[in-house]
């Protein structure tokens, strides 16, 4: 399930670089919005808007559109986590951490922790901790792809 998530993933990342129509078909749709969720839903997505949602047998699917098949997953808004610290990674052993890895945090550690998050479903984040320079240098280099 893991593998066919981050294909999803990218899918869902590549398609919208390349301003395509997307369409996922199949999977259980939950809005966000606290309604009940919608099973064999489709969503239709041209480059960064969504143009439709609804039950699969319900949705036109325009002509020349990629179309992800998502049977068995749950579609979902990306989450979003006012919390993390990037640097850390986990460890717990902040003096340790601190004594260590601070030739690592921007270019090693920081992209990775990102990446976790995305994997996860979190598709926007609020660092707490990190270096204003090394958080932005991050922030840059996810936004250059």
């Known amino acids: 399930m893991r593998r066919s998530s981050q294909f999803l993933l990218a899918c869902l990342l590549t398609a919208t670089v390349n301003a395509e129509t997307l369409v996922l078909v199949g999977g259980r749709l939950i809005d966000g919005y606290g309604g009940p969720p919608l099973e064999n839903a489709a969503v239709v997505i ?17 002509a020349g559109a990629q179309v992800i098949d998502t049977n068995g997953m749950t579609v979902m808004p990306g989450l979003m986590d006012m919390h993390v610290h990037l640097m850390i990674l986990g460890h717990g052993d902040y003096d340790h ?35 204003l320079e090394d958080i932005v240098a991050v922030k840059r280099r996810i936004e250059r792809g």
Do not use: H
């Open 97 to 131: 951490w601190d004594r260590t890895y601070p030739s690592k945090f921007r270019d090693l550690i920081m992209p990775i922790s990102a990446k976790q998050l995305l994997m996860a479903g979190v598709t926007t984040a609020r660092d707490l901790g990190a270096p």
């Open 46 to 62: 041209e480059g960064n808007t969504i143009r439709a949602v609804g039950p699969e047998s319900k949705v036109a699917i325009p």
